[in-house]
């Protein structure tokens, strides 16, 4: 088990550049979840990915943020035109989920920290 | 709509002592999960403890135990013989659909040597 990891791990970038970050979940893990936590904060759920299928996508912060998990295993979030106010940590966890399951363990990444100057 | 309400921004005890950190919630579900995740600095969050809403025993993983009190959506979580690897922050969590995890802000725990 080697847990999930997140690259890169740090990241600086100047207002209205891309960004791009990736997510290796746990293995057998078929559920994915994507968080942001600003400073002070507790983690902001984004998103999430069961298997390949992204289902529930509503509380991404605008629509310059979206997430992918094309075969069912890594997942990127990317940000589009980055602003000062993304900065951010953006931490992902995985769990192996069963249909209509809530009360499986979510497992944290180390996250990657933004920075947008 | 969840809301999760911590409001014990910092906590300091002395080592070997114990220490209660606060948590209320609110949910429309019937059927909810609470958990409770430290934070080191600089290091990932990792799973405490949690709790079945459906059940009226208090959760237990060694020295964390937690007091949950359904009707006054109370969930608290007690540390016995605190050690100085408990400084960090602890997040309390609502899971009450397939949607992702409800935190609060966070307690930042200090521990006294």
């Known amino acids: 088990d080697t847990g999930v990891s997140q690259n890169p791990r740090h990241k600086i970038t100047k207002r209205g550049q891309n960004v791009t970050f990736r997510c290796d979940p746990i293995s057998e893990h078929n559920r994915l979840y994507w968080y942001r936590q600003t400073l002070g904060q507790g983690p902001e759920f984004l998103t999430y990915?069961?298997?390949?299928?992204?289902?529930?996508k509503s509380r991404l912060l605008s629509d310059r943020f979206s997430a992918e998990r094309p075969k069912g295993s890594f997942s990127t979030l990317e940000i589009q035109r980055t602003e000062q106010g993304d900065s951010a940590m953006y931490l992902c966890?995985?769990?192996?989920?069963?249909?209509?399951?809530?009360?499986?363990?979510?497992?944290f990444g180390p996250g990657t920290r933004l920075l947008v100057l | 709509a969840q809301t999760v309400t911590q409001s014990q921004p910092e906590m300091s005890v002395q080592e070997a002592e114990t220490v209660t950190l606060s948590c209320t919630y609110d949910?429309?579900?019937?059927?909810?999960?609470l958990f409770w995740y430290k934070q080191p600095p600089s290091r990932q969050m990792i799973l405490v403890i949690r709790?079945?809403?459906?059940?009226?025993q208090n959760a237990t993983e060694n020295r964390f135990s937690v007091n949950f009190q359904k009707a006054a959506k109370s969930f608290s979580l007690k540390i016995s013989d605190s050690q100085l690897g408990d400084a960090a922050m602890y997040f309390c969590a609502n899971r009450g659909g397939a949607d992702g995890l409800t935190f609060g802000k966070g307690t930042h725990l200090i521990i006294q040597p």
């Open positions: 709790q079945e809403a459906y059940k009226q």
């Open positions: 966890a995985s769990s192996l989920g069963t249909s209509g399951a809530t009360q499986e363990t979510q497992y």
């Open positions: 949910t429309s579900e019937s059927d909810y999960y």
């Open positions: 990915f069961q298997n390949e299928a992204q289902l529930e």
